[in-house]
T-cell receptor
């Protein structure tokens, strides 16, 4: 168990550029989540995958955002035409549901700065 | 949606002191977790505790679901306990299936001085 891995750790981009982040969940975890955290706030839910199916998207996820999880393994989160308001920490989490117990394990996040 | 309030917002302790962090939530929950976010930003899952009491070393947590609150106890605090403690809940239950769409509180910032 190597934990949830996220790349890159930091990303600086200019407004209007596209960026893509990657998340590798804990192996055999079938659920994968993306959250966003801004300074001084708790993380906010963005979207969720069960295996390869994207089952829910928050209204925070505008049409500039797209997430995929091909083959139910790693996931990517792409932001098109970035805006300064997109600057935040993007966190990925994975879980394996056991009975009624679902414990989330988070990666270290990707810190995005849009200049 | 469900509201989560944590108190106190900030807490400063001397090493060795004990502390209690509180989480109030506005609706019944199926999933409640406590996390510690260290100074490097890593979120560590401390407890999955929608009800009852659990202990793990110097940390313990109690959730009283009927009264909609949870408490996190830290005993004999150490400088490595510093960081932000988050309570997160989810009350979604579709046909008995829960999932990890969590609503986080604002967190309690804990600073432990040597």
């Amino acid at each position: 168990d190597t934990g949830v891995s996220q790349n890159p750790r930091h990303k600086i981009t200019k407004r209007g550029q596209n960026v893509t982040f990657r998340c590798d969940p804990i192996s055999e975890h079938n659920r994968l989540y993306w959250y966003r955290q801004t300074l001084g706030q708790g993380p906010e839910f963005l979207t969720y995958f069960q295996n390869e199916a994207q089952l829910e998207k928050s209204r925070l996820l505008s049409d500039r955002f797209s997430a995929e999880r091909p083959k139910g393994s790693f996931s990517t989160l792409e932001i098109q035409r970035t805006e300064q308001g997109d600057s935040a920490m993007y966190l990925c989490a994975s879980s394996l549901v056991s009975g009624s117990n679902e414990k989330l394990f988070f990666g270290s996040g990707t810190q995005l700065s849009v200049l | 949606g469900i509201q989560v309030e944590q108190s106190p917002p900030d807490l400063i302790l001397q090493e060795g002191a004990n502390s209690t962090l509180r989480c109030n939530f506005s609706d019944s929950v199926n999933n409640l977790q406590w996390f510690h976010q260290n100074p490097w930003g890593q979120l560590i899952n401390l407890f999955y505790i929608p009800s009852g009491t659990k202990q793990n070393g110097r940390l313990s947590a109690t959730t009283v679901a009927t009264e909609r609150y949870s408490l996190l106890y830290i005993s004999s605090s150490q400088t490595t306990d510093s960081g932000v403690y988050f309570c997160a809940v989810d009350n979604f239950n579709a046909g008995g299936t829960i999932y990890g769409k969590l609503t986080f509180g604002q967190g309690t910032i804990l600073t432990v001085h040597p």
